[in-house]
């Protein structure tokens, strides 16, 4: 039921369908485990990931749940520091940020094909793989820069605070000298979905420090040429003030 609203979920029926999916995760005041809330939120999820083009209005829903998710909603054993029950849409924003966060720790190697995509450490390389491998690898690249790219709209929403996207540039460059493909273009899916917003002249000192590794990153012999371009490109982005090239182009 969940999936098939999902499916017809768009900006143009937003409102009359997100009610619908808000629904069906309030029958979880009928139960004292939010087994149903869960599954929503892991569907919902599974979605933003799938469809990156899309996760600015998967995050749209998930700050209206935030909103609407009834009080009555609410987990045996699941309490504030103060000892008091977490409820409706506090408990669903718990959730959606435990499961994100447990897909962010896990990275996308070792999503679907752990193997395959560990392979996939640069583009001239994955014409080795077998054609099994190859798809699965991509697949899971695809995820994982489309769970950055939900985690960037969450923040712009508020639902993440800026601590955390910190925190997550913080891991995504914890490893300069011995870089993985995967943690440099999550970095940078992050840093062009959030990286106008977070650099603002009170966090200036932290994004120097971020550009400055980015730029060691992009001469370094280790990294493929591919994802040095990448960098490239978005240490240019704040270079333009966080302008598009194709907004710059307009102008012209």
Same mark, same amino acid.
């Given at each position: 039921?969940?999936?098939?609203?999902?499916?017809? !979920?768009? /900006?143009?029926? =937003?409102?009359?369908?997100s009610n619908k999916i808000i629904d069906w995760a309030n029958k979880s005041e009928k139960e004292k485990d939010?087994?149903?809330? $869960?599954?929503?939120?892991? !569907?919902?999820?599974?979605?933003?990931?799938?469809?990156?083009?899309?996760?600015?209005? %998967?995050?749209?829903?998930?700050?209206? /749940?935030?909103?609407? $998710?009834?009080?009555?909603?609410?987990?045996?054993? $699941?309490?504030?520091?103060? &000892?008091?029950?977490? #409820?409706? &849409?506090?408990?669903?924003?718990? %959730?959606?940020?435990?499961?994100?966060?447990?897909?962010?720790?896990?990275?996308?190697?070792?999503?679907?094909?752990?193997?395959?995509?560990? *392979?996939?450490?640069?583009?001239?390389?994955?014409?080795?793989?077998?054609?099994?491998? %190859?798809?699965?690898?991509?697949?899971?690249?695809? +995820? &994982?820069?489309?769970?950055? *790219?939900?985690? &960037?709209? !969450? =923040?712009?929403? +508020?639902?993440?605070?800026?601590?955390? /996207?910190?925190?997550? $540039? *913080? *891991?995504?460059?914890?490893?300069?000298?011995?870089?993985?493909?995967?943690?440099?273009?999550?970095?940078?899916?992050?840093?062009? #979905?959030?990286? +106008?917003?977070?650099?603002?002249p009170r966090a200036k000192l932290y994004m120097d420090i971020y550009f400055t590794r980015m730029k060691e990153l992009a001469k370094n012999?280790?990294?493929?040429?591919? /994802? +040095?371009?990448?960098?490239?490109?978005?240490?240019?982005?704040?270079?333009?003030?966080?302008?598009?090239?194709?907004?710059?182009?307009?102008?012209?």
């Open positions: 039921e969940v999936r098939g609203l999902l499916d017809k !979920l768009t /900006m143009e029926r =937003f409102e009359s369908t939010g087994r149903i809330l $869960i599954q929503v939120i892991h !569907l919902i999820i599974e979605r933003a990931i799938d469809e990156a083009a899309l996760s600015d209005m %998967y995050a749209r829903l998930c700050r209206k /749940m935030t909103e609407q $998710i009834s009080p009555n909603v609410q987990v045996e054993g $699941i309490r504030n520091p103060e &000892g008091k029950p977490i #409820t409706g &849409g506090q408990l669903f924003r718990k %959730y959606l940020l435990d499961r994100c966060q447990e897909d962010f720790e896990r990275g996308w190697a070792a999503q679907e094909a752990p193997a395959a995509a560990a *392979k996939v450490e640069a583009s001239e390389n994955e014409a080795t793989l077998h054609p099994k491998e %190859y798809l699965a690898a991509q697949k899971a690249r695809r +995820q &994982g820069l489309g769970l950055m *790219k939900f985690i &960037g709209e !969450l =923040f712009k929403l +508020q639902i993440l605070t800026e601590r955390i /996207m910190h925190e997550c $540039i *913080k *891991k995504l460059l914890s490893n300069v000298d011995n870089p993985e493909e995967e943690e440099i273009e999550s970095l940078c899916q992050l840093l062009t #979905t959030v990286g +106008q917003i977070l650099d603002t012999p280790k990294v493929s040429s591919r /994802m +040095q371009c990448t960098l490239q490109d978005v240490i240019e982005l704040r270079e333009r003030r966080w302008i598009p090239p194709t907004m710059i182009a307009l102008w012209v």
